[in-house]
Nanobody, 124 residues
């Protein structure tokens, strides 16, 4: 069965950095677009970033709120998705989830499997 397990969250001061990881299993990881989504306390889900499938050229996409500060990447040999977060702000405080696309080899931005999330708290 599909499993997505996030890790790497924690407490960090404003301006600091964290790297999140998402270990994937139960499906052909390299064949799916992958996403990071977050939910801040008391707010709805916010899409953060996307990365394309396949082993060719890498395509990434970011929400305006994180563009220039966050970097999404993947290691298909390790079935792992990453999110490098730099210059963190208090408004980045949220539970971060990784998710897979519904359709193989397509970036529909529809997501059918999610992890349980990892909490990132940005505070002094």
């Amino acid at each position: 069965q599909v499993q997505l397990v996030e890790s790497g969250g924690g407490l960090v001061q404003p301006g600091g950095s964290l790297r999140l990881s998402c270990a994937a299993s139960g499906f052909t990881f390299s064949s799916y677009w992958m996403y990071w989504v977050r939910q801040a306390p008391g707010k709805g889900l916010e899409w953060v970033s996307a990365i394309n499938a396949g082993g060719g050229s890498t395509y990434t996409n970011y929400a305006d709120s994180v563009k220039g500060r966050f970097t999404i990447s993947r290691d298909n040999t390790k079935n792992t998705l990453y999110l490098q977060m730099n210059s963190l702000k208090s408004e980045d405080t949220a539970v971060y989830y990784c998710a897979k696309d519904i359709v193989v080899l397509a970036g529909t931005y529809g997501m059918n499997y999610w992890g349980k999330g990892t909490l990132v708290t940005v505070s002094s």
